[in-house]
């Protein structure tokens, strides 16, 4: 079964493991199951993102007066509308590694942006701000909790990037400079370290809820397996006397409550006992089954056939009035004729017949079902006669 090599796929990915992705069948399952909720984190994170990122205008408004207008143009008319089409693009459903590279990409854009708003000022005090620009990193690897192969690769870009700006910017000390590369970089090892984290715990409760819904639907199906053995009956595959037990009260009252009309028939094999003492209980077994089939397939869908018992059988017809229920009695006696199924007990040129009592009635306020059943009992008695 599919769901069973499924559940050996997923005890596999649960043992004590450093790799992240999945084999190929438990990795598709994965992105399946959690892709769309992945796109929404995504949105929303990046669009909270993108707000504090172009707040940080006032921030640049009192640190580098000079270069503000670059900064307005840099962080809002160019890095936020190409965020927010990014965010649109997400929204609107992509590839997994689509997805994650155009989100790297975004934290790789907004280091470049960042980073050329502060080398192009000439404030003394511009450089300040390459201290903060850890939190780029934070918002990738945290915020967005890239998928950790794309978190490292755009930190490790994002850290040149900025290495190049800041060795390049004249106004800013060496021992700045050296202080600024070691902050990020412990701040990349940080957030890369938990971004590990959070991804390997997000995949092994996957991975658990995973395997308990599978073993929740196997017992679900195993119950309606043992369900429908209970009620079945297990030589001719057809309802059992518990199946009708449990729905015919049910149809009488549907029938009560619509003022429609309940039929049943009551069908007995003649002479079956000869028929067994002649050919043996094998052979009886096989007319047994010959005639259920007959009678399965002469029935409306609607209809309930039933193994009584032994060599009885019920039919439960709901919304069929006396002449319907007549009528559809002598088509399957007739059909049970048509067999031709041999009966040297009873005779040498005789076969298989049956017996039907039929009944029909629409229940009234206080009725019992088992007056239907009497009525149909007497009419086989009748029709034995």
């Not at 009956?233 to 009309?261: C, G, K, M, S």
């Not at 005779?347 to 239907?372: F, R």
């Amino acid at each position: 079964m599919k769901s069973d090599r499924l559940l050996d796929a997923i005890e596999h990915e649960l043992r004590p493991r450093c790799r992240l992705r999945f084999r190929q069948e438990v990795e598709a399952l994965f992105e399946q199951e959690t892709h769309q909720a992945r796109q929404r984190h995504l949105v929303i994170m990046g669009l909270v993102s993108a707000l504090i990122y172009t707040l940080f205008l006032i921030n640049d408004y009192s640190l580098r007066p000079e270069a503000f207008l670059a900064s307005v143009v840099i962080r809002g008319v160019i890095l936020l509308p190409m965020a927010l089409a990014i965010f649109w693009w997400v929204y609107r459903g992509v590839s997994p590694w689509l997805r994650e590279t155009l989100m790297a990409g975004l934290v790789v854009i907004a280091m470049i942006g960042s980073s050329t708003i502060f080398y192009i000022s000439s404030s003394p005090y511009s450089y300040l701000d390459v201290f903060s620009f850890g939190l780029i990193l934070l918002a990738g690897n945290i915020v967005f909790s890239l998928r950790f192969p794309y978190a490292l690769v755009s930190s490790m870009i994002s850290i040149a990037v900025m290495g190049a700006f800041v060795f390049h910017y004249e106004l800013m000390p060496v021992e700045a400079k050296r202080l600024a590369m070691f902050a990020i970089v412990v701040k990349a090892v940080f957030t890369l370290m938990a971004n590990y984290r959070l991804e390997y715990s997000m995949r092994i409760s996957f991975l658990l809820l995973m395997r308990e819904k599978i073993k929740a639907g196997n017992m679900q199906s195993a119950n309606h397996q043992l369900t429908r053995l209970s009620v079945t009956d297990p030589l001719t595959d057809i309802a059992n006397r518990r199946q009708f037990d449990a729905i015919f009260p049910a149809h009488w009252q549907v029938a009560q409550l619509e003022q429609r009309y309940l039929a049943i028939m009551v069908i007995d094999i003649d002479h079956f006992k000869a028929y067994n003492d002649y050919y043996g209980h094998l052979q009886g077994d096989l007319c047994l089954r010959q005639v259920a089939a007959a009678l399965q397939s002469n029935s409306r869908s609607d209809d309930l056939v039933v193994r009584y018992g032994g060599e009885e059988f019920v039919i439960l017809m709901p919304r069929t009035e006396p002449h319907t229920a007549r009528q559809a009695a002598e088509r399957i006696r007739e059909s049970i004729e048509a067999l031709a199924i041999a009966h040297a007990g009873c005779g040498p040129d005789a076969n298989v017949t049956v017996s039907i009592g039929v009944a029909a009635m629409q229940p009234t306020v206080g009725q019992e079902e088992t007056v239907l059943f009497m009525a149909a009992d007497q009419a086989l008695y009748d029709a034995k006669r």
